[in-house]
């Protein structure tokens, strides 16, 4: 299997992506690229060495200043300048596995020929890259519009020999990188601090993380459903296909028949059945989950498109012999669907917390807080207490981002998306969704206990096996903070 990921025009999909950053591909720039982001190159320096038209960020200010000529001869310092004055990031540090997808958005977006910059640029980015040396970029700073400004300048501070990175497990100064790395940072040419400052690459990497993330916690979901069924001895009815035919979303026939197929060889499921009808927390779980799944669907569908467009501004057509000043960088596509899946990935640990809270409470033949002597033990009492606390944090942080705006650059950037915000506020919604559904799952473990000896499904007992040697049962309190933990991490293989 070739270890390279080869850059070029084909569009970049989201496996591509999950493939190279799993795998730790290394990267390199296709025959076809090299061409076309030659080609463009020199279309730029011949527009600007001939003529004294005004190319907006090439031999202009920026902004509001974008009237401002600048000379022939400060064009380079102009776009140093550019990159120094907007490193203005705030905030917690971006996780380094979203600074690898970010920088992995940005070496594919300029590498379309439609971006005007020079083929060292970028082989300088797939250079620390490749070496695993990822800029120190912060949380706070764009408004999702122009693109991620502050965000991208850190991102690309190194390049220049400028800001810090994180190497190995240290965070050094570029300059102590390039040193332990044995090379040297490069000088910006026209157009290039502003090729790398617009874009929406920040807000798009957390939304890729996201979404990959969100397709796992989906499978878990299911799952955590499926164990449920048999520990809250519920019936199947509710998971029957003629019941989705006659409603037939996608995502609600996918998630019905996904638990049934889960279900299909367990003992439980078969049982005869007291209750004639379940809790909408097990009943509805088509309709919901399935509603979560749709929306997934959709954002991963917006963002395949995404991370496969030229979003710095302006575009450089040769072809067309043509530069043209336009508003790709304004991220409202993102920033919508950021707050959408937020909102659906928030659902699915709303209605997890609810079934935790059906299987502790003493219902259906099950001890209270599913602990053998309760009084003395307050069994997982608690940890439904913890999933109310962070199902609430979630609804706060489902507040759309989309919906604000607020005006800059002495008006001329008037509407922004603020994407970026959306997307740091739907990365802790995807954690805590990840920390309740590992309660469920801790949760309906214990609950499945106390229906043996009956087993469930072949998945599901396979999964057990292997849980019980990491989280025992619980026979009598203990710290089960631990135990929660070790739950995440251990789902996480799934």
């Known amino acids: 299997m070739d270890s390279h990921h080869y850059i070029s025009p084909k569009p970049l999909s989201l496996q591509d992506i999950r493939d190279i950053v799993g795998q730790q591909k290394k990267l390199a720039l296709s025959e076809e690229s090299k061409i076309l982001i030659d080609r463009c190159f020199r279309f730029v320096q011949d527009k600007i060495s001939h003529g004294d038209t005004l190319y907006y960020g090439i031999n202009t200010g920026f902004g509001s200043l974008c009237d401002v000529p600048v000379s022939n001869e400060e064009i380079e310092q102009l776009q140093m300048n550019l990159l120094q004055s907007h490193a ?5 540090e971006v996780p380094t596995h979203v600074v690898q997808i970010m920088l992995l958005l940005k070496i594919n977006a300029l590498s379309h020929g439609y971006s005007g910059v020079s083929r060292e640029l970028i082989e300088q980015m797939i250079m620390l890259y490749n070496a695993e040396a990822y800029p120190v970029v912060f949380q706070q700073g764009s408004l ?20 810090e990175m994180r190497y190995g497990n240290t965070r050094l100064s570029a300059k ?7 090379q040297k940072p490069i000088s910006l040419k026209a157009k290039e601090g502003l090729a790398l400052l617009n ?10 993380w996201a979404i990959l993330q969100s397709e796992r916690l989906l499978r878990q979901a299911n799952n955590n459903v499926a164990l449920g069924v048999d520990a809250f001895n519920c019936r199947l009815s509710p998971f029957q296909e003629p019941l989705h035919q006659i409603r037939p979303h996608r995502g609600q026939i996918e998630t019905a028949q996904y638990i049934l ?16 009808q379940d809790p909408y927390a097990f009943r509805c779980v088509p309709q919901v989950h399935g509603a979560s799944a749709d929306a997934i669907r959709y954002v991963a569908s917006v963002l395949t498109t995404e991370i496969s467009s030229v979003t710095d501004n302006p575009a450089i057509f040769p072809d067309e012999n043509a530069i043209l000043s336009g508003g790709n960088f304004h991220a409202q596509p993102i920033a919508l669907v950021l707050d959408f899946l937020a909102i659906a990935m928030a659902e699915l640990g709303s209605i997890s917390e609810r079934r935790v809270y059906q299987l502790i409470s003493g219902k259906r033949g099950l001890p209270d807080f599913l602990t ?33 705006s607020i005006v800059s650059c002495n008006g001329q950037e008037d509407h922004v ?55 025992p049962i619980l026979e009598k309190d203990r710290i089960l903070s631990l ?10 293989e799934f």
């Open 199 to 208: 874009g929406t690459e920040f807000s798009t990497a957390y939304g890729v």
């Open 261 to 276: 197929n889960v279900l299909s060889d367990s003992e439980m499921a078969f049982k005869e059945k007291v209750s004639v």
């Open 417 to 471: 998306s603020m994407a970026a915000n959306a997307a740091t506020k739907l990365y802790k919604v995807i954690e805590n969704v990840e920390r309740l559904l590992a309660i469920e799952f801790m949760t309906a473990a214990q609950a499945l206990e106390f229906r043996r000896p009956l087993r469930t499904s072949s998945l599901l007992e396979g999964m057990l096996e292997r849980y019980r040697k990491v989280v």
């Open 483 to 492: 135990d929660m933990q070790d739950t995440v991490t251990f789902l996480r």
């Open 144 to 163: 999702g519009a122009s693109g991620d400004l502050a965000p991208l300048a850190h991102l690309s501070l190194p390049l220049v020999g400028l800001g």
């Open 88 to 92: 203005c990031g705030m905030g917690d």
């Open 372 to 404: 053998p002597n309760p009084g003395l033990n307050s069994g997982l009492m608690i940890p439904q207490y913890v999933a109310a606390s962070i199902v609430s944090q979630n609804k706060q942080y489902c507040t759309p981002a989309s919906v604000d």
């Open 176 to 182: 102590g990188v390039y040193k332990i790395l044995e």
